[in-house]
């Protein structure tokens, strides 16, 4: 087999349960996404991870990650992992034309954003409609956007985008916020904010570029038009796990099924972090996650070798 384990995703899961493999002395290689980016990575400031009591920007907290697990050995490679399979002695994946085999695998790929699926979203993306305020804010100075969502990461991202916008008008379904209180407090006292309570966006307006949306007010069911220069869209995720269906358990929400320990439903492989069903999802659960991830495939591929310190 080329590798004891195989890491597939680079995030805070992943990274640091390559980093506990590599301190195993296991084989490790880890694989990072080339055409997703963490959601880790594209957070301005992560408030809630201990450590660090200013806040730290997502890319420097992981880079620092990265930097850790490299001390141990570990390899990395970017690709898409399309395809796992088992192998007779373990599992084997897919990447472009090219097999990599492994004992175990754990599997961190972690979640994307959840499109609207409202008329001139798909045309408009990248013409106005975002799914990534640190990406995308700076585009918006001094100019007047509205923001869909009412979770921690579209209050957090409306926060954030009051930075260089004049106006971050956001549209929520209810007329009270599902994200944390902190973060509530923090944008009902930003003048820069205003909700546009109870509503939903019923389409994205305008013909190369966003110039407004559409609104529905879910209660009175009256309509109305909000002229805006962007759109950001902060909904909610969905699992990257396209690449085990059929081959792991998935919930219904499409979220990996397993235990406390992270197995799954198949002998071998493990998974963590934001691609696994869960309560929580923050970077802190997702390190806890790697970690029990990487003893259970570290004592699963001792089993295996007959080494386990019983
Ligand atoms: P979320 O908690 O699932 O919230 C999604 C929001 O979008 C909800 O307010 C939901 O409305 C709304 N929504 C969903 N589908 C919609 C639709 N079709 N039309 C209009 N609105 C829709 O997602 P999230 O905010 O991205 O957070 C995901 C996870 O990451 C959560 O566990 C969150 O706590 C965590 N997170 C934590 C932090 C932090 O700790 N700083 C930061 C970011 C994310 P309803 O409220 O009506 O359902």
Request: glycine share 12%; proline share 2%; charged share 30%.
């Amino acid at each position: 087999m080329d590798y004891d384990v195989i890491v597939i995703g680079g995030g805070p899961a992943g990274l640091t349960a390559a980093l506990y493999a590599g301190r195993a002395r296991l084989k490790t290689l880890i694989v990072e996404s080339f055409s997703v980016l963490g959601q880790a990575i594209i957070t301005d400031r992560i408030e809630n991870y201990p450590g660090f009591p200013e806040g730290i920007n997502g890319f420097d907290l992981v880079e620092k990650f990265k930097k850790q697990a490299e001390k141990f050995e570990v390899e990395f490679k970017t690709g898409d992992v399309s395809e796992v399979k088992k192998h007779d002695k373990g599992w084997e994946i897919k990447i472009k034309d090219k097999s990599y085999t492994a004992l175990s695998l754990i599997v961190a790929s972690g979640a994307k954003p959840k499109k609207l699926g409202v008329a001139g979203e798909e045309k408009l993306q990248g013409k106005g409609v975002s799914y990534c305020a640190t990406c995308d804010g700076a585009l918006y100075r001094d100019k007047e956007v509205v923001l869909a969502g009412g979770g921690d990461t579209a209050i957090e991202e409306a926060l954030f985008l009051t930075r260089f916008a004049a106006k971050v008008k956001v549209a929520h379904r209810r007329d009270r916020l599902r994200a944390t209180k902190i973060l509530q407090e923090r944008a009902l006292a930003n003048k820069k904010i205003e909700f546009i309570w109870e509503s939903t966006i019923t389409e994205i307006t305008g013909d190369n570029k966003v110039s407004g949306v559409k609104i529905e007010n879910v209660r009175t069911k009256e309509k109305g038009e909000v002229p805006c220069d962007g759109v950001f869209i902060f909904v909610g995720y969905s699992p990257n796990t396209d690449f085990v269906k059929g081959v792991l358990k998935l919930d219904k929400g499409g979220y990996i099924a397993g235990d406390d320990n992270m197995k799954t439903s198949e002998k071998g492989i493990f998974a963590c972090g934001d691609c696994r069903g869960k309560l929580l999802r923050q970077v802190v659960t997702a390190c806890g996650d790697g970690a029990v991830a990487a003893f259970s495939a570290q004592q699963y591929v001792e089993e295996l070798k007959g080494v386990a310190y019983k």
